[in-house]
Structure formats: C-alpha cells, structure tokens
C-alpha cells in the first residue's frame, strides 16, 4: 500500500486545526468481557446502532464528522483477518489501494485505507484494521472515517481511536495496532547511561524514538480539543495513559539492563527494601537531567522516553513518564500524578517508606520529585501539598 508511512506519518503533524471548537464532549470507553478487548477511545463518541446479535455496533461522535464501527466474524466466515477487512470493505463497496497484513500481539493483522460512499451523503475517508481474537476464534475489524471533506482535518482522531485497541493484558503496555504496523523496528541502537557512579550500556530500536514522538503528537492533537472542555481531566490522563502504554515495552531491555547493573548496590544501601533504594538511586540521577519545556501551543512539551535517555532536555511529566516505566519494569506499581494548578507533574511508587503519599483505589503511592536536586522520595514542595490538587493517570 503505498500511502502506508507517508499517510501515517503526516498526521503526526496536522493539529485537527479545522475541527478545533468549543464543545461539550462525553468519556467513553468500551470492553467486550466476553471477547477480551477494549478500545480507550476519545471522549464524545455514542452509540448510534448495533446488530441484535451483539456482534456489530456503530458509534458517532457527537461534535467531529468522525464515525466509528467495530464488527466481529466467527472464523467459519472468515478465516484471517485480510479476509474478514477485505469482506467488510466490499459491503461497504469501499474502494482502497489494497491490504497490508503485519503481526502486532503475536497475531496476523489487516490494515488499509478506505474511501465510501455508501457510509455518508457527503462520502467517507478513513481507516480500518482487522485481527483475529484467537481466545474465540473470532475476527474483529474496525472502521473509523470523517467526512470526506474533514477525514484529513479529523485523521490524528481516527488513528488514536484505532490505536487504542488492546486485545489482553499484556497489549495494555505495548505499542498499539497502528503504531506497530507504522513503526515495526529496524535494528538496535546502544545507548550509555551513567547512574550512581555505573556505566550501563543498553539499547533500544533505532525506530523507538520516533514512534514514541508519533504517539505523543498525535495524542497531543487529540488533548487540546478537550482543553476548555468539562472532561478535561480524563482526556488529559488518557493522554498519559497512551504515553505511558507506548512507552512501556521500548524500555524493556533498557531496565532490565539497569536492574542487573544496579541490584547489588541496592541491596547493599537497603537489604530490606532494595526497590525502594534502587527507586532512590534512579531518581538522584533524572534530578539531574537538563531541564528544558517549550513554550507549548500547538506543539507538546513532552520529550519522549527514548530521547530523555538519550539526554534530550526534558521537564517533570516526561521524567516522571520514565520513572513510571522503569519502576514498573522493576516490578513495582507505580502512578503518575498530574496537577493543572501546579502546572507540575509528580510520580508516586507503592512502596513502604516514610513521607508523603496519595492514596489511589486503596494503595498508597509515596511521591518522588524529579526537577528538583537532592530531594530524595517523599518529599514534596509546602506550597504544592494540596493532594486534592493532583490527578492520578490511573496506569494500568
């Protein structure tokens, strides 16, 4: 399909400018229990039709010309996921340049680009992918498009509505269905990281950096609709939420790389609570990453995980981001906590230690400051106190 990466790409830098306006959106999130999926898609969708066998449904946003259709296949109708795309397309008499198969989760997924008449008065644009739920032997294909004169405007909101797609747990901290199919990996780039004194060498995919910025500007995009909405604070955690799900497996090998090179001194400083001295030793040394945030508007000012790594300039949300990874790869919970009065962004760790923490659903998350120096775990500024104030992203 030749419109694959040139298409993907150039949404990452269209900011749903001639959509942009003040609107009432609603949150929605939908799971199948039965099937095993979920897709955390942007506020403002409604359900507009399904089938009474439950197996297709239709969703319409309430403010952008963008609709959403998820359908499932038994396999006895189709037995791969191009078959059961390609079989959606032709009752839509969908015209598209052809079918790209690709594996994301272990599984054989569909994917093209699609323009109807059939699915809008006006015509539609958009995208569709497909994959098989091998728990039920049954294929699930998704539809997104706009309005053909809006489907470019509308094109970062229809990928993060696709690209929330998880399929089981471990797809709730991997790179989602577009992404991987956009950016599969090349090969490894090594990286050297100097903690607590130590010479770590690690790696990460050459292609991680840039499919890791796809994801926040395309959710960014996405964000400032919501800006002076009443469901600001779930779009802004949903925003984290994707950050914190693209982030998660492209460090991988780079905190199992720090665990190995840093447990014995942990042990060493806490025998009783390694994890916590090893969270102590990580968080001196983001402390004294460069400090650097843009001045916003349309363009975020969250370094990705893998440029912070490779000493980009960064601010509080994106070294917090990288905590939340590592200690996570580490084995322990943890939470990012966000504040629009504070204009600041914390980490929490659920960890058995003194100072201040935030109870969430129960647990509670000891705070760790990163832009300041030398303030070890549990410390957090008097006038920044307020725990009211700060939002848990509710990390899965």
């Known amino acids: 399909m030749e419109r694959r990466l040139s298409t993907v790409i150039l949404a990452a830098i269209i900011f749903l400018g001639a959509v942009l306006f003040p609107a009432v959106l609603h949150a929605e999130e939908i799971t199948d229990n039965d099937f095993n999926f979920a897709l955390d898609i942007p506020e403002g969708y409604k359900v507009a039709g399904y089938t009474p066998d439950g197996m297709s449904y ?10 959403f259709v998820l359908r499932l296949y038994p396999e006895e109708t189709y037995k791969n996921a191009s078959a059961a795309l390609q079989g959606t397309l032709e009752r839509l008499s ?11 989760r272990n599984k054989i997924c569909a994917i093209t680009i699609f323009d109807s008449k059939v699915t809008s008065p006006k015509g539609s644009v958009g ?9 039920k032997e049954f294929q699930l294909v998704l539809l997104c498009y706009a309005d053909s004169d809006k489907a470019k405007d509308c094109e970062q909101f ?8 998880t399929v089981d747990e471990e797809s709730k901290k991997s790179p989602g269905i577009i992404t991987t199919y956009a950016f599969p990996g090349t090969s490894l780039r090594h990286i050297n990281l100097d903690i607590g004194g130590k010479r770590i060498v690690t790696s990460v995919d050459k292609e ?3 499919a890791n910025q796809f994801v926040i500007d395309c959710e960014f995009a996405v964000l400032r609709l919501y800006v002076n909405d009443e469901k600001w604070k779930e779009a802004w955690t949903r925003y984290y939420r994707a950050v914190f799900r693209d982030s998660y497996r492209r460090l991988q090998k780079t905190a199992f790389d720090i665990n190995t090179a840093l447990m014995q001194t942990a042990k060493a400083k806490n ?19 460069e400090y650097q945030r ?12 893998i440029d912070v790594l490779y000493g980009k300039g960064n601010d509080c949300d994106s070294r917090s981001m990288l905590m939340c990874v590592l200690m996570e790869q580490l084995g322990v919970k943890s939470e990012l906590f966000i504040s629009r009065e504070y204009s600041h962004a914390v980490y929490g760790i659920d960890i058995d230690a003194p100072g201040a923490k935030i109870n969430v659903n129960g647990t509670d998350f000891l705070l760790n400051e990163t832009t300041a ?8 500024a008097q006038d920044q106190s307020d725990t009211e104030k700060w939002i848990p992203v509710l990390i899965p």
């Open 208 to 210: 991680d950096s840039e």
């Open 94 to 104: 969908a015209q598209y340049d052809g079918i790209d198969t690709f594996t994301w």
């Open 373 to 380: 120096k030398n303030i070890r775990p549990g410390l957090i």
């Open 271 to 289: 025998p009783k609570n390694p994890k916590a001295a090893m969270n102590e030793i990580l968080l001196r040394w983001v402390q004294n990453f």
């Open 58 to 67: 239709q969703f319409k946003h309430t403010k952008l010309p963008v609709d």
């Open 294 to 305: 843009s001045t916003g508007g349309q363009k975020t000012d969250f370094t990705n995980v």
């Open 158 to 165: 229809i990928i993060s509505t696709l690209n929330s797609l």
């Open 127 to 135: 995208w569709s992918v497909a994959v098989p739920l091998e728990d």
